[in-house]
């Protein structure tokens, strides 16, 4: 496949008012197209505390998710804090509270809870 058999956009600009609110609805029916194409489907779980941890570092935008393969073989993703500049979020400066100045490892995050999509819902 070449770039001009896709409509492939170049050099967009991160920001943090990326991403939509699609609705239940188009959503189920995305999960069930790809469960349609693959014969399985599944989810992983992020909690709250380290999105809010990740979102938190200085200068983060948002969050990459990357597709990976953990150390037992099996599927799983793992996220990366983007600063404003789109680059990730691997190392940063912050004032300690006697005022040095110091660097702090960026937050990568794995583990994620597995939580298999149920295609019992109604889908319309």
Same mark, same amino acid.
């Given at each position: 496949m070449t770039k001009m058999d896709v409509n492939v956009q170049e050099n967009v600009a991160l920001h943090a008012g990326i991403g939509e609110?699609?609705?239940f609805e188009l959503g189920a029916r995305l999960i069930k197209n790809y469960h349609d194409? *693959? !014969?399985?489907?599944?989810?992983?779980?992020? !909690?709250?505390?380290?999105l809010s941890k990740m979102l938190n570092q200085p200068d983060c935008i948002g969050i *990459?998710? &990357?597709? +990976?393969? *953990?150390?037992? !073989?099996?599927?799983? &993703? @793992?996220? @990366? !804090?983007v600063d404003s500049t789109g680059k990730k979020i691997l190392e940063y400066s912050?004032?300690?509270a006697e005022g040095c100045l110091e660097s702090q490892e960026g937050i990568v +995050? /794995?583990?994620?809870? /597995?939580?298999s999509w149920s295609l019992n819902w109604t889908l319309v």
């Open positions: 609110h699609i609705g194409l *693959n !014969g399985k489907t599944a989810s992983h779980f992020v !909690g709250k505390d380290i *990459n998710i &990357y597709k +990976a393969i *953990n150390e037992e !073989g099996s599927q799983t &993703y @793992v996220l @990366v !804090g912050q004032i300690s +995050a /794995d583990r994620l809870r /597995d939580d």
